[in-house]
């Protein structure tokens, strides 16, 4: 019970930063439960009882031992008084509830033991759907062990409960194979939790294999004591992984710690290991200061190589303030930077330098900035740089199901992050809309999406969308009494510009909608008119969350100085905006390379339907992701209006190459060595995303899906914010999906996943994927009967990488590419054999609805890969050709057909993996 548990909670969360090793191991823990938890006999099965729930909080006076088949939420603080013992068997899970005050604190004279097995840990974890880093507290241990000046100390976040003292073998407790996930929660930027904060704890406590991952502050943090742990593992502190002060004098052993590829920290000074020998070197005459040793270490950083200081480690070691080290056969290695004001060995600082009789034995293995030591005016002669030190076995953290993947000749684990649905294309009665704003944007909240942005078009439109929040008409703005409030040229039309309905009645109502839905993001865009083509969908999020003075002045401003059907010319210039003079692409580049100078990590410019008219050619895609590389970074390929009797809206006579879309998805896209792929080739940051094109309701007689009915845009976000969604429409790891056909993708190559480049040291690279085809019936769909589609096979398409492609050579306005082909296939039986010879390989079924790929390439040359997967097998009439690929849509008699057509007919697709060969 307690494994099938354990599963839920770790697959519903929607976080894949540990690789998906993690879930397999999880998804294993599974099948044996489910075998035996039901009868087989003729009387037929009991169903398996739903767990009991309880309420974890107050004070533990005397013996408490939980249960391992409840589930615990943990509401409040858990404290264990003096005298108090709490016991905690193995496989006990226990959620906390989001905040500061959710924590867990052994007094001094109490006691805990977590009883956890290799085969069945404890795990105390956040109790959000969408867990993040700083969710709750953590553990807390005082005990009465010295500190450095024999004082006592006051816990950090509640002064009132102290620690310290004279007993160096006191005991406060056992604790073994424990998990702490996403702690850290802080009250202000210096009261703050740790993963496991140990307080003046004695070496008669026990604490062995400690897995710490996801936290907002350090891994693990000693205050003063003598208590020895072994066997930890530390994943992604935002702060340092091991963080010891106040005169602590322990041995640590068999320690790990990892930041993932992708992670950024958003402290200034993160180390690995923070040593001060006093507490805060504020103390420098105490006695007793940190004497500790670590014996067996690997610092693992696996970011890419990078300028940017939050994806930099300040210091490897650091080792300060009177702290005398004992370091043992200790690694570092990784793709990862260390700050140029920073050192792999650091033994300096303001208010102390590190003991000089302190002895160091450190490999220094990373790639990207071998930073040495910093010594100062003393001599360390025990502190050395050099060869030979092999670190922590990986071996030690195979219980945590965490892939360290060490063995030789592998790749190191991928990041993946957290995903989050997004829609950002969709319209109301401001614009050509029906419906008032707040009625649209509470459709993308009843139908699940992280973040909606309201984004239609530009010029001059009549309707007030502001009232309501029903279905059906809007106002005028002469019906509202507002027209004589009309600003610009030619007011008396009752009209309004659109860059004044932005700023003065649209983001107002975006205000409002955030301050109810506190689950779903709402953002003020526009849907431009670029000059010289069709649409694009963009968004500038400055100023617009801001906690004083919010407003989308800058959004109106790019609509009235850019858009191509903004004629006015006062009201804009009585804001102080100065309106363009250039015309047709000209104009578009301007307007794209002014949102790079001035709004170059707050925005996007993104094609909507680019293949609907023939206005949207490669070559205007490279000038403007040349001009605005931050900025025109996506294409919305995969268009809205997905219920329409031509699919997507898009009409053979107009459009590009004179075709309809191909499984609802544009031929820039879907035909492989089109557009697209010309683009990526290139080793463009040019990602594919899908929108709903919203107007009105397919049951209202028209072409449209509610916003996130259909298909959904999932991106990685580091924080669930409307910068993170910028940063991550940017970054890249992205995939779209129809009609819930999977709910979750991890896919990389080597270490990188999508958007990212993996650097590859031999031709031989592993790609990996996990999917998962949901096993419950999808209650958007209520147009056909396939409310349940299975996922029928996924396709892995690679082109070899060319350079980039300049202007004003042949090539340049040529948007096909011959060197990109699907390479391999896979579905549930393998053999399938199709036009082109290629045979499916088979993927392993993990049990409730998870399929596992790895599959290994041999490449000659820098490469890129995407997936695409479908619910079709090969050669369906209508559907697929014999080699897989989705066949034209052709119109449909009605939006009722049309729409039942959309959900029979579903697909997903990746965006690239880049690797180049070393």
Known sequence: MNNIFMYKSIFSKMKTSKFFWNLLMAAALVAPVVLTSCKGDDEGDDPTPPPVESNLSGSVANAKTLDASVAYTLDGPLIVEDGGVLDIPAGTTIKAKKGFSSYILVLQGGKINVNGTASDPVRITSGETAPQAGDWGGLIINGRAPLAGGTTGSTEINSAYTYGGTAAADNSGTITYL?????????????????????????????????????????????????????????????????????????????????????????????????????????????????????????????????????????????????????????????????????????TDGKGNGDVTSAVSITNQLTSNPAGYKFGADAFPNVKLESGSSGCAASVFAWTGYNLDEQPGNDPQAYFGTYYSADFHNHTGYSDGTNPITFVLNQGYKYGLDVIVNSEHGGRFAGNASDGDTEGPVPSWTDSGLAN???????????????????????????EFNARRTTTIAVQGLEWNPPG?????????????????????????????????????????????????????????????????????????????????????????????????????????????????????????????????????GVQTAAIGNVWDAMISEGRRFWIVANSDFHNHVTKNAGDFYPGEYQKTFIEMKAKTAQGFVDGLRAGNIYTVHGNLIDRLEFSVGSATMGQTFNAANKTVKVRILVSDPQSANANNTYTALTNPELNHIDLIAGKMRPKVTKGSADYSNGTYNDVKVIARFDATGGVKDGNGITSTAWKDMGNGLRQIEYTVQIEADTYFRLRGTNHGLNVSGETDENGNPLVDTPAADVHTAAASAFDDLWFYSNPVFVNLQ
Do not use: C
Not at 274 to 303: C, K, V, W, Y
């Open 179 to 347: 998990i702490l996930e996403y702690t850290g929660a802080r009250s202000s930027a210096d009261v703050e939790h740790n993963g496991l904060t140990l307080n003046g704890v004695g070496s008669g406590t026990t604490i062995e294999n400690i897995y710490i991952p996801y936290g907002s502050d350090d891994g693990i943090e000693f205050f003063g004591g003598s208590v020895n742990v072994k066997n930890l593992l530390v994943v992604n502190s935002d702060d340092d992984m091991f963080d010891m002060t106040q005169g602590w004098n322990g041995t640590l052993e068999n320690n790990y710690g990892i930041w993932e590829t992708g992670y950024s920290s958003t402290e200034s000074d993160a180390s690995g290991v923070e040593a001060d020998g006093n507490f805060d070197g504020n103390f420098p005459d105490h006695q007793n200061q940190s004497n500790f040793t670590i014996r067996n270490m690997t610092i693992d950083l696996r970011l890419a190589a990078s300028d940017d200081p939050t994806q930099q480690m300040n210091n490897v070691l650091k080792i300060r303030r009177g702290a005398k080290a004992n370091i043992i056969n200790a690694l570092v290695k990784g793709t990862g930077s260390v700050k140029s004001a920073g050192a792999v060995i650091d033994m």
């Open 533 to 665: 083509h069709e649409h694009a969908s963009t968004g500038i999020i400055t100023n617009q969350f801001i906690t004083t003075d919010a407003h989308a002045k800058d959004m109106a401003q790019f609509e009235y100085m850019f858009d191509n059907n903004d004629k006015d010319e006062i009201g804009g210039a009585k804001q102080g905006w100065v309106k363009s003079t250039k015309t047709d692409h000209e104009k578009s580049m301007e307007a794209a390379a002014w949102m790079q100078a001035n709004h170059r990590l707050t925005s996007w410019i993104v094609p909507a339907h680019p293949e609907r008219q023939d206005r949207w050619k490669i070559e205007h895609y490279r000038d403007m992701n040349d001009v605005a590389p931050d900025v025109f970074v996506a294409f919305e390929s995969i268009p809205g209006h997905q219920a329409s009797p031509q699919r997507g809206g898009y009409g053979n006579t107009n459009s590009y190459e004179k075709t309809y879309t191909f499984g609802g998805v």
């Open 485 to 511: 409030l009309i600003s610009g040229t030619d007011s008396v039309s009752g009209q309004m510009w659109r860059w004044q309905s932005i700023k003065d009645y649209s983001f107002p109502k975006v205000v």
